[in-house]
């Protein structure tokens, strides 16, 4: 019997190891994981790739880290079914680990759709640090890429493999790149500094089928567009998106829509059972409703507040809700918010546009209240947006100023910088 246990090492885990032990120093706590070496940093797959993090560099936790914490550890192992009558977690090999409390944090899985030639070698997701080490394997001999998918991860692969001299083809079935994060203008500047990084963009098409070489016919050679345009490559990466982790619980009383369910004290519809992360549809305070958020520092907060109150410290998840921060090729942004509405009569947008410089500022508000931007080239102040936005500050009195010079928190009203640090 182990008084916690917790499926998955990563951010979410990491978070609710943590919490834990602030306050039960002493209960018995096991950590399941597939991965060998869970506590790194996702987001810097790209970066080991491009050869700019080392596996030492990248660790977002110590290797110390679990024996620190008074952690069992049992990596390598996949837990395979979960019994939550007899509250009990059954891994790959038959083994049983009873537990009085559960963290399901078993993070996304990359979605990779049925395609001709999807088995040959050479063909890649971007998501955990064991495909990143095959990609670094594959690359001394690899000359172009073809990546499937302009969303975050697939831009972030396509600089990761620029940036190793690879010639790259980056490949997207909308209209615009990064279309779930930026609107149609910013997407516009961001696709033009891939382009001129030496990435060939190509959107409103996908990969019909992937091609073998004419040497060896179960290894890459190449794709077929869906227009029947044929693109040479030594390999492929697919990053079309990445889905909750539930297979686990799939067939479960669990209450799941497209995540695990959970309350604002990261609690499941089943008790003594939580789940954090990307695994988990939890509070987004924008929509006031849950959604899915799989986004690296609120899969750690989800993590602390399941930690929290497993351990019997009552915690509330305060929410986040739709944010990037990314900078590639040096081109930095911010998105936080509804940047997109599909209807935006009832919204007021202020815009600042500066093609020559790269600079575009969007700030999207509906009754006077901020309600998502989009900071492209110059991110400077958006923490302050950010605060107006999460605490729904009305700022009918600075709306004015909002994309102005002098705007920042020294010449906010007193009342408004009294609200926007208000913590919910
Ligand atoms: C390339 C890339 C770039 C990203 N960039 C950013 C970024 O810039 N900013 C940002 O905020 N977020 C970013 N993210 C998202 C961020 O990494 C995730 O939100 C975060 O990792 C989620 O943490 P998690 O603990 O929920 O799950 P994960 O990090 O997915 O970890 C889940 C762990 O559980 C293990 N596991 C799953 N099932 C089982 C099982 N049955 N048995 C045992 N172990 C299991 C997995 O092997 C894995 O180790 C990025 C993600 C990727 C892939």
Redesign the pocket.
């Known amino acids: 019997m182990s008084k916690y246990v917790i499926?998955?090492?990563?951010?979410?885990?990491?978070g609710a190891v943590e919490a834990i032990r602030e306050v039960d120093p002493a209960g018995t706590l096991t950590v399941?994981?597939?991965?060998k070496v869970?506590q790194y940093?996702?987001?810097m797959?790209?970066e080991y790739v491009s050869r700019e993090a080392t596996l030492d560099t990248m660790k977002y936790r110590g290797d110390q880290f679990w024996k620190d914490n008074k952690v069992q550890t049992l990596t390598g192992?996949?837990?395979?079914k979960i019994d939550f009558t007899k509250k009990q977690v059954e891994?790959d090999g038959g083994t049983k680990v009873d537990y009085e409390k559960l963290l399901i944090?078993?993070?996304?899985?990359p979605f990779v759709p049925r395609m001709e030639g999807g088995d040959k070698s050479g063909v890649f997701t971007?998501?955990?640090l064991s495909s990143a080490e095959k990609i670094e394997a594959t690359l001394e001999q690899s000359k172009s890429a073809v990546v499937i998918g302009g969303g975050?991860?697939g831009v972030?692969?396509s600089e990761a493999l620029v940036k190793r001299g690879i010639t790259v083809t980056l490949v997207e079935l909308k209209d615009s790149i990064l279309s779930l994060i930026l609107d149609k203008t910013a997407s516009d500047m961001a696709e033009k500094v891939l382009t001129e990084a030496g990435v060939t963009v190509i959107t409103g098409q996908t990969v019909q089928r992937i091609l073998g070489r004419k040497d060896d016919e179960a290894a890459v050679g190449g794709v077929v567009m869906t227009d029947g345009t044929e693109i040479p490559c030594d390999l492929v990466v697919v990053a079309i998106g990445?889905i909750p982790?539930t297979?686990?619980v799939k067939d479960t009383e669990l209450k799941i829509n497209r995540g695990i369910v959970v309350d604002r004290s990261m609690r499941t519809s089943i008790p003594d059972v939580y789940a954090?992360?990307?695994?988990?549809e939890a509070h987004d305070f924008l929509i006031d409703g849950n959604r899915l958020l799989?986004?690296?520092?609120?899969?750690?907060l989800g993590?602390r507040v399941a930690g929290y109150n497993m351990a019997g410290k009552k915690a509330e998840y305060e929410g986040g809700t739709v944010m990037?921060?990314?900078k590639y090729f040096e081109l930095p942004v911010i998105a936080v918010g509804d940047v997109n509405p599909e209807d935006a009569s009832d919204y007021e947008v202020l815009v600042e546009l500066n093609p020559e410089k790269t600079v575009y500022r969007k700030i999207l508000l509906k009754d006077n209240r901020i309600v998502g931007f989009i900071f492209l080239g110059e991110i400077e102040k958006a923490g302050i947006l950010f605060r107006l936005l999460k605490n729904h500050v009305d700022v009918s009195t600075i709306k004015d100023t909002l994309l102005s010079e002098e705007f920042g928190i020294v010449t906010l009203p007193e009342r408004l910088r009294q609200e926007m640090f208000v913590v919910n």
């Not at 499926?7 to 990491?14: C, D, R, T, V």
């Open positions: 499926i998955g090492g990563s951010a979410g885990g990491i399941v994981s597939e991965e869970p940093s996702r987001p797959i790209s192992r996949t837990a395979t891994l944090a078993t993070g996304g899985k971007f998501t955990e975050l991860i972030s692969a990445v982790r297979d686990l954090c992360g990307d695994v988990a799989p986004l690296w520092p609120l899969a750690h993590g990037s921060s990314l």
